[in-house]
């Protein structure tokens, strides 16, 4: 979603971008039987979506700002198990396995590996962009990556998961 709204690259959403994708999504509403928006109330629409999930007023959406728009069920990595915990078990590695594999290829890559980026960083850090999420796929890579493939695979993902269990983030790091 973010990168066919973010038409001009820029690392984030700004309000025609923003209003390209409610019309995208109101759309699909359309199809489920909803009433046509005239292009007033797609702009007031627009706006208010910007008040409310533009937490640092800069009049566009950052990834992470985004990310509480189209929040997921649950960031599985939340998880209590994963908090402070050195009893992470095989069948709990096994879960996140799957839960991110989802070609089933055995391997975490691409949109599969940013989603689990995704999931990890909101761990440590509250507020981040595309490029903070780069800047992160690049170091766990660097030091998880031991084959050097550009992805995670589930020894790799068990050596990631143990830190994190290890030494979870408190909540001064997170913010």
Same mark, same amino acid.
């Given at each position: 979603?973010?990168?066919?709204?973010?038409?001009? $690259?820029? $690392?984030?959403?700004?309000?025609?971008? =923003? #209003?390209?994708?409610?019309?995208?999504? =109101?759309?699909?509403?359309?199809?489920? $039987?909803?009433?046509?928006?005239?292009?007033?109330?797609?702009?007031?629409?627009?706006?208010?979506?910007?008040?409310?999930?533009?937490?640092?007023?800069?009049?566009?959406?950052?990834?992470?700002?985004?990310? #509480?728009?189209?929040?997921?069920? /649950?960031?599985?990595?939340?998880?209590?198990?994963?908090?402070?915990?050195?009893?992470?078990?095989?069948?709990?590695?096994?879960?996140?396995?799957?839960?991110?594999?989802?070609?089933?290829?055995?391997?975490?890559?691409?949109?599969?590996?940013? $989603?689990? *980026?995704?999931? *990890?960083? /909101?761990?440590?850090?509250? !507020?981040?962009?595309?490029?903070?999420?780069?800047?992160?796929?690049?170091?766990?890579?660097?030091?998880?990556?031991?084959?050097?493939?550009?992805?995670?695979?589930?020894?790799?993902?068990?050596?990631?998961?143990?830190?994190?269990?290890?030494?979870?983030?408190? !909540?001064?790091?997170?913010?």
């Amino acid at each position: 979603i973010w990168r066919e709204y973010d038409t001009d $690259g820029s $690392g984030f959403i700004e309000a025609d971008e =923003l #209003k390209n994708f409610l019309k995208d999504l =109101l759309k699909e509403a359309k199809k489920e $039987g909803y009433n046509p928006i005239d292009e007033d109330k797609l702009i007031e629409y627009t706006d208010t979506l910007l008040q409310i999930f533009d937490t640092n007023k800069d009049g566009k959406l950052q990834l992470s700002e985004m990310a #509480k728009l189209l929040p997921v069920k /649950e960031n599985f990595l939340c998880r209590s198990v994963f908090k402070g915990c050195s009893k992470l078990t095989r069948e709990d590695i096994e879960r996140v396995f799957a839960l991110y594999d989802r070609d089933r290829n055995g391997t975490i890559e691409n949109e599969e590996l940013k $989603g689990f *980026l995704k999931d *990890l960083l /909101e761990l440590v850090k509250k !507020d981040y962009d595309a490029q903070d999420l780069g800047e992160f796929q690049d170091a766990i890579l660097r030091g998880c990556d031991f084959n050097r493939d550009g992805k995670i695979n589930k020894k790799e993902l068990t050596m990631i998961l143990m830190t994190l269990a290890k030494h979870p983030p408190d !909540d001064e790091e997170s913010k």
